[in-house]
Nanobody, 123 residues
Framework: VQLQASGGGLVQAGGSLRLSCAAS????????MAWFRQAPGKEREFVAG????????FYADSVKGRFTISRDNAKNTVYLQMTSLKPEDTAVYYC?????????????????WGQGTLVTVSS
């Protein structure tokens, strides 16, 4: 099982980035896919989640209205579109998967993780 995250980079405050997470190695059609982030010195926190089947989504309050999670079934890829970025969004962003139908916000509930991609937002 492999989750390959990409798309991070340096962006000015107010800008946008789109992260991608390509999934392979098993069937994810019944999974929940999620994005987490971890800033230096802080714990890993939930950002957004999506049910692969049906597409229901859930967001952390801190990103609601600014970030959008989506998936492309044909490409087995999950995206995180980030807009109106703030310096406090700076973190390593990880994609994760759990073989269940419920979106959970605790990192311990996820079985599979990507390698992370760094997002830096300058003020």
């Amino acid at each position: 099982v492999q989750l390959q995250a990409s798309g991070g980079g340096l962006v000015q405050a107010g800008g946008s980035l789109r992260l991608s997470c390509a999934a392979s190695g098993r069937t994810f059609s019944s999974d929940v896919m999620a994005w987490f982030r971890q800033a230096p010195g802080k714990e890993r926190e939930f950002v957004a989640g999506i049910m692969w089947s049906g597409g229901s989504t859930f967001y952390a309050d801190s990103v609601k209205g600014r970030f959008t999670i989506s998936r492309d079934n044909a490409k087995n890829t999950v995206y995180l579109q980030m807009t109106s970025l703030k310096p406090e969004d700076t973190a390593v962003y990880y994609c994760a998967a759990r073989p269940d139908r419920w979106i959970k916000i605790s990192p311990s509930q996820y079985d599979y993780w990507g390698q992370g991609t760094l997002v830096t937002v300058s003020s």
